[in-house]
């Protein structure tokens, strides 16, 4: 696919769109803009120039403006993915929603919120949390990432277990299309069966599909009541086959997190404290929500006899901010350890999870690898991390971690899984995705995509290639 440089005339009509202050083409500007939180250098790319809007109307301009001069338009958030689904590949422009960052609405009668896209995920949890309520929506970087790229996403984090990931909080969105158009999809309904699910089709489509410029979301009562357990695990395979026996057990946990021993020191070395059992145990976090106090200790009872009985050295009561710091942490230790990372999200049904961690654990030493492992182990998302060792070259490394896709992706298609389970396909995980979906599913996709957006503008050369 050729597609047009951004010429001056471009650049004018686009200041006519958003004024000249929101148009950027200086080059020290813009290198944010060239990549997410992948921080290795390979993957990427700097846009020709980057635009804050900060209507729908002004979306719709300029997507109508790239089709009729055929270049490819980036939507982005606050830049916090980690599947380069924000880099421009193909120059163009970056349109940033960064700008539009208002809660327009809190309806405490109805349960709802109305955003915009720009809007921090933690201060949406906090102006819901002013009004008695609650946004179930967590990812690990709530604190930094914005609800409309959790929503182009399907963002998972902590509280997929009880709550689902980000498509099960969205009750409409308001959406650029790629042609131009504003359209509204979804309503504030429990339920309908009226037509496709476009809604959901552009949940998780990672901004190939349209720009999210308005989001109607679900917020519920807060809980009143809730505990976090922290159960030490000598063994990591134990650790992690207790998920299956604390939901057979009929408890409904709100989080199950798992993290194994080194990635416990690192994150400890990072935050510069000592973490109870950090000498040789391995952590399942577990927080749960109670009708009542004797509810939650009844939980919490049964709760430690279940990892007591299958392994656990000792279950504690944790200190909640602690904990949590502890758990979203990890991200930024891993960082602190070495800047080029492989950021493996493969997931697998949960009682599978296991046997994944062991053979997570057998390719990495067959190839040499140093991981650091920590998952969302209540739905069977696993992230890995490998790092880059200090006496290897870039293209010798690379190479072991290429070689050691192929048997883990195999292992885990084998299993019910597949390659991502919440941080999306992007432009870093394409070619993976095309060679582990089954080829009807991908032809699928693509017809999808080629029907919307015939032009091709929207974020491409992601999820596949450009044609």
């Known amino acids: 696919m050729h597609y047009e440089k951004i010429t001056t005339e471009i650049l004018e009509k686009l200041k006519a769109i958003v004024g000249p202050k929101d148009v950027v ?33 002004q979306v719709s301009a300029i997507i109508k403006l ?10 982005r958030g606050a830049g916090t993915g980690l599947a380069c689904g924000a880099v421009p590949e193909y120059g163009g422009i970056v349109l940033s929603l ?31 949390e002013k009004k008695g309520l609650f946004y179930a929506g967590d990812p690990c970087s709530g604190d930094s990432c914005f609800i409309g790229g959790n929503i182009a996403t399907n963002a998972g984090g902590n509280r997929a277990v009880k709550y689902g990931t980000t498509r099960h909080q969205v009750y409409s969105v308001e959406v650029v299309n790629p042609t131009g158009r504003i359209v509204n999809l979804g309503a504030r309904l429990q339920k309908q069966s009226t037509g496709y699910s476009l809604d959901q089709l552009v949940i998780g489509s990672e901004g190939t599909l349209g720009i999210i410029t308005k989001a109607t979301l679900k917020l519920l009562p807060k809980p009143k009541y ?13 650790a992690m086959g207790v998920v299956t026996k604390i939901i057979k057990a009929g408890i409904t946990p709100t989080c199950v997190e798992f993290m ?3 990635t416990i020191k690192s994150v400890e070395k990072y935050l510069n404290e000592n973490l109870q059992g950090s000498d040789n145990g391995n952590y399942v976090i577990v927080e ?31 200190d909640h901010n602690k904990i949590w710091q502890a758990r979203k942490a990890f991200a930024e230790a891993v960082r602190a350890e070495s800047l080029i990372v492989c950021k493996e999200d493969v997931v697998v049904p949960v009682d599978q999870e296991a046997a994944l961690l062991d053979e997570i654990l057998r390719l990495a030493k067959k190839y040499n690898l140093v991981t650091r492992i920590a998952s969302h182990a209540g739905d069977g998302n696993i992230h890995l991390n490998i790092l880059k060792n200090e ?11 290429k070689a050691n896709q192929q048997e883990l992706y195999k292992f885990i298609y084998a299993h019910g899984g597949r390659l991502s389970g919440e941080h999306g396909i992007g432009y870093k995980r394409k070619h993976l995705m095309e060679e582990f979906t089954d080829p009807g599913e991908l032809e699928m996709m693509k017809a999808i995509k080629k029907a919307l957006d015939p032009n091709d503008i929207l974020n491409p050369g992601k999820i596949f290639d450009v044609d």
């Open 25 to 57: 083409t200086d080059a020290d500007a813009m290198q944010p803009y060239s990549h997410d939180e992948v921080t290795d250098p390979a993957y990427h790319h700097m846009p020709e120039a980057v635009v804050f809007a900060e209507t729908a109307q």
């Open 66 to 75: 790239a089709n009729a001069c055929h270049f490819p338009v980036v939507p």
């Open 98 to 128: 960064e700008k539009m960052n208002k809660i327009l609405e809190i309806n405490e009668d109805g349960l709802y919120a109305v955003v915009e896209p720009g809007v921090r995920t933690s201060d949406l949890q906090e102006a819901a």
């Open 226 to 238: 809730a505990l976090d357990l922290l159960a030490i695990f000598d063994d990591r395979r134990q």
């Open 260 to 262: 194994d021993n080194i």
């Open 288 to 318: 749960v929500e109670g009708t009542s106090e004797d509810d939650l200790d009844d939980k919490a009872v049964i709760l430690d006899e279940v990892c007591t009985e299958n392994g656990a050295s000792s279950v504690l009561v944790a």
């Open 391 to 401: 006496d290897a070259t870039y293209e010798d490394w690379d190479q072991r971690v």
